[in-house]
């Protein structure tokens, strides 16, 4: 028995910028926002959430960041 199966050619990602093009965030449409965070996202400090899925922060830049 032979199997015939249609060669699909898998594209690499070797930036992050080509890898930001295909972030799909839809899912997050369909989450609540902790309605006690702060809305300037200075949401860092460990706490326990009550409401919602997830608590909205600004993002922390990396000193050496490595695409691996």
């Given at each position: 028995?032979?199997h015939?199966?249609?060669?699909?050619?898998?594209?690499?990602?070797?930036?992050?910028?080509?890898?930001?093009?295909?972030v799909?965030?839809?899912?997050?449409?369909?989450?609540?926002?902790?309605?006690?965070?702060?809305?300037?996202?200075?949401n860092?400090?460990?706490?326990?959430?009550?409401?919602?899925?997830?608590?909205?922060?600004?993002?922390?830049?990396?000193?050496?960041?490595?695409?691996?």
């Amino acid at each position: 028995m032979t199997h015939h199966s249609k060669s699909t050619k898998k594209s690499c990602v070797n930036t992050f910028d080509e890898f930001l093009k295909l972030v799909d965030y839809s899912f997050m449409d369909n989450l609540n926002a902790d309605p006690s965070a702060n809305s300037d996202g200075d949401n860092h400090q460990a706490r326990q959430v009550f409401s919602g899925h997830f608590v909205p922060v600004s993002p922390s830049p990396l000193k050496e960041p490595e695409y691996i």
